[in-house]
Every structure is written in C-alpha cells, then in structure tokens.
T-cell receptor, first 114, second 119 residues
Framework: AQSVTQLGSHVSVSEGALVLLRCNYS??????LFWYVQYPNQGLQLLLK??????LVKGINGFEAEFKKSETSFHLTKPSAHMRDAAEYFC????????????FGKGTRLSVIA | GAVVSQHPSRVICKSGTSVKIECRSL??????MFWYRQFPKQSLMLMAT?????????EQGVEKDKFLINHASLTLSTLTVTSAHPEDSSFYIC???????????????FGPGTRLTVL
C-alpha cells in the first residue's frame, strides 16, 4: 500500500522567504508523485508531478520539487514566497502509469506573512 | 489544459432526500474517473473508481447502495447520494484521466468540487 506523510500541518513564512514543504512517501513500486494546491472552497490545481524522468521537477508559480529515492522524499520548494501562495498544499502518490487513483497526504497549510 | 467540471458547485438538501452530482470532462474523453471526498480541514479520500460502461469499484467502507455511481458516457460520471444524512455533508471532488494524444502520457485532472450540506 502507498502512503504519504506531510511533515507540518501548518507552515508560516515571511513574504520573500524560502518556502519548504516536506513530503515523504512509501511505495512498493516506483511511484508517480504530485503536488497540488487548493485555495479555500476550490478544487485542486496541479503544481507539478514526477513521473520517473528528471528528479528535479519544475512546476507552475515558481515551485519545484526534487525526488530523492534514498530519502523517499519529494519536498516542495519556492525561493521567494508571495502573499498569493497562501493556500493548502497536498502531496500525493500513485502507481506508475497515471491511470490509478492518488493517495493524498493530510495537507500543509501555508501562511505568508507580510 | 484539460478541464473537468462539476455541477452543482454547492447544494443544500434536507435529510432523507437524494442528490445527484455530475462530473464532466469538457474537452477529452475519460474512460476512468475517480470520486473523492474531503471533510473539513482534512485530506481527500478516494470513494470509488468509475469506469465507463461498467460498474464502479468502491473503496472499503463506502456504501455502494448509498453512493450510486453511473459512468454512462466517456465524458460524464454521476454520483448520487441517496437518502442523505447530515454526516454525508462534505466536499465531493471528481477527477478524470486524460491520455495525451501525442505522448500517450496519462494525466489526472480534478474538478472544482461540489459542497454538499445536508440539513
């Protein structure tokens, strides 16, 4: 069975500071990994995904994540936080191939302080 | 990018009534769609897998007679919450899998969600 652990249910950073949201996964097969963002009362927007190609994945809005097999991690980073980045972020894992449902972490709420 | 819509976006109903939620893939065909449920301040949990032309596959603990899923076409899946109760109040999100015509890469796109409130 697959699982995702997001360390820290709430992360607060100052505007302009580095954003680091942590995600560790467990999977018995080489996984696909995803980061999604959810704004209040809205659906999910895909930030980026890892599908066994390059280990450093660049996404939208300046976010990127690095797949580290040895650490079973897929942490999300952004060099400089903006106020508009304040939202809920979900890390998710699936079997390779893209046609299986996602298993989500519990989410991390990012607050950005002016 | 690909778009998945859900209708309605919000619904309030009385306890004991049934509510139908539609999930549509607007510009692609999807043989597989998923239904998730998200309780307040919690993560998404898979409810069922909806396959076009066949019965849905439900996750353990999800009552198939209560949450009826119909995937009648390649662009539409519906979730009907029958005899709804206040504990069914939740945010229901669907997703649809699209195959890129050039690369054959599969990507899952999510709908905007439907907030159900049962009084």
């Amino acid at each position: 069975a697959q699982s995702v652990t997001q360390l820290g249910s709430h992360v607060s950073v100052s505007e302009g500071a580095l954003v680091l949201l942590r995600c560790n996964y467990s999977s018995s097969v080489p996984p696909y990994l995803f980061w999604y963002v959810q704004y209040p009362n809205q659906g999910l927007q895909l930030l980026l995904k890892y599908t066994s190609a390059a280990t450093l994945v660049k996404g939208i809005n300046g976010f990127e994540a690095e797949f580290k097999k040895s650490e079973t991690s897929f942490h999300l980073t952004k060099p400089s936080a903006h106020m508009r980045d304040a939202a809920e972020y979900f890390c998710a894992v699936s079997d390779p191939g893209g046609n299986t449902p996602l298993v989500f972490g519990k989410g991390t709420r990012l607050s950005v302080i002016a | 990018g690909a778009v998945v819509s859900q209708h309605p976006s919000r619904v309030i109903c009385k306890s004991g009534t049934s509510v139908k939620i539609e999930c549509r893939s607007l510009d692609f065909q999807a043989t597989t769609m998923f239904w998730y449920r998200q309780f307040p301040k919690q993560s998404l949990m898979l409810m069922a897998t909806s396959n076009e032309g066949s019965k849905a596959t439900y996750e353990q603990g999800v009552e198939k007679d209560k949450f009826l899923i119909n995937h009648a076409s390649l662009t539409l899946s519906t979730l009907t919450v029958t005899s709804a109760h206040p504990e069914d109040s939740s945010f229901y999100i669907c997703s649809a899998i699209m195959r890129d015509p050039l690369s054959s890469d599969l990507t899952q796109y999510f709908g905007p969600g439907t907030r159900l409130t049962v009084l």
